[in-house]
């Protein structure tokens, strides 16, 4: 009796070891898809282009805030005649009857829309800016060769934004460049979190933002002891948990500061996108912040603007925010609305002019 005992034991502390072993393997995978979100798109690629269609690249290197390499590339329309492209040319014709003209008092629009080959990731929407005659800057926020491991969706990265400005000022010879910021995803997460060390981005574009990362584990139906066992996985990986890297904290730090605007496509695998930007713009004062996202089959067709009532909710009360999404035709409008929002911004910005901001040390 006392050996088929000693069997059970055996066998039941097997069946706990190997139980253990799953869940950490299941812990170490999802740690990792977060950690590592890996850009399968330009799989294969290298990180920097030789050549792009409608624009020069002029890749330049700078010392990124943990003491690595950091490799970073200008983006400028090209001089070649009947050299743009089709994006190009769609966007030049929207904006032919305008005059944009405050476009001119922008030196240099950071753009960042991914971690993972973050300049080819961005080089779309550099493309049709460049073609508005903004000179973009875009970066690799993995580093040279790839040398940072982990991704803190931003947090730790915007910390580079102030040394590329630095490079820039001293590349020109000025210390009082016009730049604004331009971000999708995780890059717009990146922008608000560098917008709230650094005054001498005036402006900032965030495109389908996530308000936090704990947010994130939530919608993608992380059960909470998991959650909990990402969180100590991740503290140990990177020195964060989930709850230190979210975006509207940042937000909340550039109250009458820094204006925003709020884009949300509620295009597939951007769902919760619209409540987050809901949420962020409420931490900001109405004249700073707007609101704009891609028209619904449910709006009326003549509509410009949507009404909606956003509930914020506390631990012991909510809040009832009574709000106005401007509305876009299409995705195509995008670059559009940024261009037009960036005009109407500039001469206020001009106006105040923000103090330097020292470089974050390593």
């Not at 990731?121 to 508005?132: D, I, N, R, S, Y």
């Not at 965030?206 to 909990?228: H, Q």
Request: glycine letters at 8%; a neutral charge.
């Amino acid at each position: 009796m006392g050996r088929v005992l000693k069997r059970l034991y055996v066998i039941i502390l097997l069946l706990i070891g190997c139980g253990a072993v799953v869940l950490w393997l299941r812990v170490e995978n999802r740690t990792l898809r977060v950690l590592q979100p890996v850009n399968t798109l330009y799989k294969g690629y290298s990180d920097l282009p030789e050549r792009a269609e409608g624009v020069q690249l002029t890749p330049f290197e700078y010392k990124g805030y943990d003491g690595s390499k950091g490799v970073a590339c200008l983006v400028t329309a090209s001089d070649k005649e009947g050299g743009q492209t089709p994006r190009q040319q769609a966007l030049l014709e929207k904006l032919l009857p305008e005059k944009l003209g405050n476009l001119n008092r922008i030196d240099y629009a950071f753009i960042c829309a991914g971690w993972d080959h973050g300049i080819r990731a961005a080089l779309p929407l550099a493309e049709t800016l460049a073609a508005a005659g903004i000179s973009c800057v875009l970066w690799e926020p993995r580093g040279k060769d790839s040398v940072r491991k982990y991704s803190t969706r931003g947090l730790l990265e915007s910390k580079d934004v102030p040394l590329i400005m630095d490079a820039l000022q001293q590349q020109n010879g000025r210390d009082d460049l016009f730049f604004v910021g331009v971000g999708e995803g995780y890059g717009a997460e990146l922008l608000l979190h560098a917008a709230a060390r650094e005054p001498r981005l005036r402006a900032v574009v965030s495109v389908d933002a996530c308000s936090s990362l704990s947010t994130l584990l939530k919608r993608s139906g992380v059960p909470m002891l998991m959650r909990e066992l990402i969180g100590r996985r991740m503290q140990m990986l990177t020195g964060l948990e989930p709850f230190d890297i979210a975006a509207v904290k940042s937000v909340f730090s550039l109250y009458r500061r820094t204006p925003v605007l709020f884009i949300f496509t509620e295009r597939p695998g951007q769902e919760g996108a619209a409540e987050d930007s809901l949420a962020m713009h409420t931490q900001l004062h109405p004249d700073q912040s707007t609101l704009a996202t891609i028209r619904r089959p449910d709006d009326p067709p003549d509509a410009t603007s949507r009404q909606t009532v956003f509930v914020q909710k506390g631990d012991t009360h909510e809040v009832r925010h009574q709000l106005t999404i401007e509305l876009l035709r299409d995705a195509d409008e995008v670059p559009v609305m940024i261009l037009r929002w960036m005009n109407q911004r500039i001469p206020s910005l001009l106006e105040n002019t923000p103090a330097t901001s020292p470089s974050p040390q390593p």
